[in-house]
């Protein structure tokens, strides 16, 4: 003998209950942007992919950034 699935009560205090917060806006650079990077220092945006990666001249050494650029800040 089975019993039909029942519903869980829905409780509105509940902390579990709180919707998700959507992600922050990924942050839009062009070439030419003055950026300011946490390891790297500052930089000038030489190149952009899409929305998927940035390249970056900082005085003289290159690097290439995945989105989201979370270390990562536009001047």
């Known amino acids: 003998m089975t019993r ?17 917060k959507p992600a922050p806006p990924v942050e839009q650079f062009e070439v030419g942007d003055r950026v300011s990077h946490d390891q790297y220092g500052l930089g000038r945006i030489i190149g952009v992919e899409g929305e998927d990666a940035v390249l970056i001249d900082f005085a003289g050494q290159q690097g290439r950034f995945l989105s989201p650029f979370s270390k990562l800040s536009k001047l």
């Open 4 to 20: 039909p699935p029942s519903t869980r009560r829905h409780l509105p205090g509940s902390p579990f209950n709180v919707p998700a």
